[in-house]
């Protein structure tokens, strides 16, 4: 590990091969503490290739439980987290209406380590089972179009590193590496980072994990999602090949708002937000669900636009159908062990 310290510390990158090693060598336990906390904090001095990048999540994939993903057009909603807003859980809320829409999704996400509620947090508050095995989770996506893999449960060994990236208490590689950990490897992804500056860069990474279409998102109020308050840039995959573009909130059919009327808190309030916007409340929350839902239904070939994705998931909301997935998905949840 310390050939490897020793170049980050130093400026120099790491090629593709040993990043996997340092990963490697990191989650299996080999490397002291200190030598783990160095190495992050070297790293988010430095800035990651995206050559970095790929080596570290060959490195953790080498170590993770697989998942069987039945629907080559399954999509995964994500976020960096990391962007300091403490926003409600947009992209958990997001994914049920996508998925009540007909859109396959396989969430994969995991605890709060810098906010107050991650993806995981939020599902318990709504009464879902999340821990649930591969076989469980495949299940449940083929009964009800949504399943949640929980991170630890995939990831055993990174659960060392986890915690030393909580005592950090700042961003580190694993920020952006987390969605791009999927242990059902889907070739569709809506994936919000916290800085506009990396769209870019994180879709040259998705398209060399082997990811088809993708949709790479960051406000330029620092969200990591598709943002109501301000313009969203955007790195398109498809195939290969990218574009880059900017959309604002009145290009895809809403209203601009303040930032703090965005503010979500802890689980259990982010869970009443969700469900408020489920049952028909109008405002920001549902603004911003229905155009990161929309985006979903764009990258699945659903709509033939952002603003038309846009459009057809403030009507799945308005017609209740988000609110009827979420119960369904809750109930399969418990039940699926008994689910054919």
Not at 9 to 17: H, I, K, N, T, Y
Not at 68 to 84: H, I, K, L, Q, S
Not at 85 to 98: L, M
């Amino acid at each position: 590990m310390k050939p490897f310290l020793k170049k980050v510390v130093e400026g120099e990158p790491l090629s593709r091969s040993e990043a996997k090693q340092a990963m490697e060598e990191m989650i299996n336990g080999n490397v002291p503490q200190t030598q783990i906390a160095s190495f992050l904090t070297a790293m988010r001095m430095k800035g990651e290739t995206v050559e970095e990048l790929i080596g570290f999540v060959e490195g953790i994939h080498s170590q993770a439980i697989p998942v069987r993903n039945p629907f080559e057009e399954a999509v995964d909603t994500c976020g960096t987290g990391g962007d300091g807003q403490n926003t409600f859980n947009i992209s958990t809320a997001a994914s049920i209406v996508a998925s009540a829409a007909g859109v396959p999704v396989i969430k994969h996400g995991n605890r709060a380590v810098s906010g107050k509620s991650g993806s995981a947090d939020a599902l318990e508050a709504l009464k879902m089972n999340i821990r649930l095995n591969a076989e469980e989770a495949v299940k449940m996506l083929e009964k009800t179009g949504l399943c949640f893999l929980f991170a630890p449960l995939f990831h055993p060994a990174v659960k060392k590193v986890m915690s030393i990236r909580k005592e950090l208490g700042f961003r580190t590689c694993f920020n952006l590496m987390g969605p791009l950990l999927n242990p059902a490897r889907v070739k569709v992804q809506l994936l919000g980072v916290y800085d506009a500056g990396l769209t870019g860069k994180v879709a040259h990474v998705l398209n060399h994990l082997g990811v088809k279409r993708a949709l790479v998102v960051s406000g330029l109020d620092g969200l990591d999602e598709m943002t109501v308050t301000d313009a969203t840039r955007i790195s398109e995959l498809e195939n290969g090949e990218m574009k880059t573009y900017e959309v604002t909130p009145e290009s895809l059919g809403v209203n601009r708002w303040h930032a703090a009327s965005l503010r979500g808190g802890t689980a259990e309030e982010n869970a009443r937000i969700m469900k408020e916007v489920f049952a028909g409340k109008e405002g920001a929350p549902a603004d911003i669900v229905s155009i990161n839902a929309g985006a979903v239904l764009y990258l699945a070939g659903k709509a033939g636009s952002l603003k038309e994705g846009t459009e057809q998931a403030k009507r799945i909301i308005q017609s209740g159908r988000a609110r009827e997935q979420l119960n369904k998905v809750v109930h399969a949840s418990k039940e699926v062990t008994y689910v054919s």
